[in-house]
C-alpha cells in the first residue's frame, strides 16, 4: 500500500512530465489503432465521403477529449476561469497560458492520427473516389452519369469484379493517393515550422510576462493538490472524531477487546489544530464555500 501511495505522490508532484508521458502514449496508442484497424469503405456513392471523413476525423476528436479528461489542469483551469474574484484576483494570462499548454498536449495524439491516415492515403481514396474528374481517366469515356459515379465509388475496394484488373481504377487509387501522401507531409512539415518558430521566436518577446504566467500557474496546481491533501487529512480527523463519538458508550466493550484507545489528552493536540474547533457538517460545508469565494489574496508579508 506505501509503494502505491509513493507512485501516486510522484504523480502529483510530477504532473508536467506525466502529462507529456501520457500524450506521448496517446500518440503511441493512435497509430497502433490506425494499424490495427480494419478499414472497409463501403463503396457506394452516398456513403464513402462520409465514412472517409469520419474515420479520418471523428477518433481525433475522441482523442483529443481524452487528452482533455486525463490532463488533470484541465479542471484546475476551468475551477480559476470559474472561481469568484474575491480577495484574490483573476489573472487572465495564467488562465490563457494554463489552456494553451492544455491543448496543446491535447493535440498531440489527434494531429498524430490525421497524419498517418493521410500518409496512408485509404480514408482520402474513400472519401473522394468519386470526386475526381474522370475525364482525366480513360477508362471512363463511354460510360454513362450514373454508371461513372457507380465505377467511380467502387475504385477503394480492390476486390469487387468489375474494378479487379481495371487500369483506371488503379489510375485514380494512384491519383487521390498522391494527393494525400503530398497533404500529409505538408501538414507535418508546417506544424515542424510552426513547432520550430514558436520556440525560437518567443524568447524575442516579453519573456518576464511569460516566467510569471507559467509561475502562477504551477502555483495554481500545487495549491490545488495540497488543498486536496488537507481536505483528505482533514476529513479523516473529522470522521475519526465522528466514530468515537458515536463509539462513546461502548468504551468498556473496546477495552474488553484490547483496542487502543488515545487518551483525552494526546486526542486533542494534534487534531484540534488541523479541525480549527469544527464540530458538524454545515460548519465544513461553510469553510469549503468560503475557501471557493474568497481565497486569500497571494500576500503573506
Same mark, same amino acid.
Given at each position: 500500500?506505501?509503494?502505491?501511495?509513493?507512485?501516486?505522490?510522484?504523480?502529483?508532484?510530477?504532473?508536467?512530465?506525466?502529462?507529456?508521458?501520457?500524450?506521448?502514449?496517446?500518440?503511441?496508442?493512435?497509430?497502433?489503432?490506425?494499424?490495427?484497424?480494419?478499414?472497409?469503405?463501403?463503396? @457506394?456513392?452516398?456513403?464513402?465521403? &462520409?465514412? *472517409?471523413?469520419?474515420?479520418?476525423? !471523428?477518433?481525433? %476528436?475522441?482523442? /483529443? +477529449?481524452?487528452?482533455?479528461?486525463?490532463?488533470?489542469?484541465?479542471?484546475?483551469?476551468?475551477?480559476?476561469?470559474?472561481?469568484?474574484?474575491?480577495?484574490?484576483?483573476?489573472?487572465?494570462?495564467?488562465?490563457?497560458?494554463?489552456?494553451?499548454?492544455?491543448?496543446?498536449?491535447?493535440?498531440?495524439?489527434?494531429?498524430?492520427?490525421?497524419?498517418?491516415?493521410?500518409?496512408?492515403?485509404?480514408?482520402?481514396?474513400?472519401?473522394?473516389?468519386?470526386?475526381?474528374?474522370?475525364?482525366?481517366?480513360?477508362?471512363?469515356?463511354?460510360?454513362?452519369?450514373?454508371?461513372?459515379?457507380?465505377?467511380?465509388?467502387?475504385?477503394?475496394?480492390?476486390?469487387?469484379?468489375?474494378?479487379?484488373?481495371?487500369?483506371?481504377?488503379?489510375?485514380?487509387?494512384?491519383? @487521390?493517393?498522391?494527393?494525400?501522401? &503530398?497533404? *500529409?507531409?505538408?501538414?507535418?512539415? !508546417?506544424?515542424? %515550422?510552426?513547432? /520550430? +518558430?514558436?520556440?525560437?521566436?518567443?524568447?524575442?518577446?516579453?519573456?518576464?510576462?511569460?516566467?510569471?504566467?507559467?509561475?502562477?500557474?504551477?502555483?495554481?496546481?500545487?495549491?490545488?493538490?495540497?488543498?486536496?491533501?488537507?481536505?483528505?487529512?482533514?476529513?479523516?480527523?473529522?470522521?475519526?472524531?465522528?466514530?468515537?463519538?458515536?463509539?462513546?458508550?461502548?468504551?468498556?466493550?473496546?477495552?474488553?477487546?484490547?483496542?487502543?484507545?488515545?487518551?483525552?489528552?494526546?486526542?486533542?493536540?494534534?487534531?484540534?489544530?488541523?479541525?480549527?474547533?469544527?464540530?458538524?457538517?454545515?460548519?465544513?460545508?461553510?469553510?469549503?464555500?468560503?475557501?471557493?469565494?474568497?481565497?486569500?489574496?497571494?500576500?503573506?508579508?
Amino acid at each position: 500500500m506505501d509503494r502505491f501511495r509513493m507512485i501516486f505522490q510522484y504523480f502529483q508532484s510530477n504532473s508536467e512530465s506525466v502529462m507529456n508521458g501520457i500524450c506521448g502514449l496517446l500518440a503511441l496508442a493512435s497509430v497502433k489503432m490506425y494499424t490495427s484497424f480494419d478499414f472497409s469503405c463501403p463503396c @457506394l456513392p452516398l456513403y464513402n465521403m &462520409a465514412y *472517409g471523413l469520419g474515420i479520418m476525423f !471523428i477518433p481525433p %476528436i475522441i482523442l /483529443f +477529449l481524452c487528452g482533455l479528461i486525463l490532463n488533470r489542469q484541465s479542471l484546475v483551469m476551468l475551477e480559476e476561469w470559474r472561481r469568484p474574484a474575491g480577495p484574490r484576483k483573476k489573472d487572465l494570462a495564467v488562465i490563457r497560458y494554463m489552456c494553451s499548454s492544455i491543448v496543446q498536449r491535447a493535440m498531440v495524439a489527434p494531429v498524430v492520427w490525421i497524419v498517418v491516415t493521410l500518409l496512408d492515403g485509404k480514408c482520402l481514396i474513400c472519401a473522394f473516389s468519386g470526386s475526381v474528374d474522370p475525364e482525366k481517366f480513360v477508362g471512363f469515356a463511354n460510360v454513362s452519369t450514373a454508371q461513372v459515379q457507380q465505377l467511380l465509388a467502387k475504385v477503394p475496394c480492390k476486390d469487387d469484379e468489375l474494378m479487379r484488373n481495371s487500369t483506371s481504377r488503379k489510375a485514380v487509387s494512384r491519383y @487521390l493517393r498522391c494527393w494525400s501522401q &503530398a497533404l *500529409g507531409w505538408s501538414v507535418l512539415l !508546417i506544424l515542424i %515550422i510552426a513547432a /520550430f +518558430l514558436a520556440r525560437w521566436l518567443r524568447p524575442c518577446f516579453n519573456q518576464a510576462t511569460l516566467l510569471q504566467a507559467r509561475h502562477w500557474s504551477n502555483y495554481i496546481d500545487i495549491e490545488q493538490k495540497i488543498f486536496e491533501e488537507t481536505c483528505c487529512e482533514h476529513s479523516r480527523l473529522f470522521a475519526h472524531k465522528c466514530i468515537l463519538h458515536f463509539f462513546e458508550s461502548m468504551q468498556q466493550e473496546i477495552k474488553l477487546h484490547s483496542f487502543i484507545l488515545p487518551r483525552e489528552g494526546e486526542e486533542a493536540e494534534g487534531e484540534e489544530d488541523l479541525l480549527r474547533g469544527i464540530t458538524d457538517q454545515d460548519q465544513v460545508n461553510k469553510l469549503l464555500k468560503t475557501w471557493y469565494c474568497e481565497k486569500p489574496p497571494l500576500d503573506v508579508s
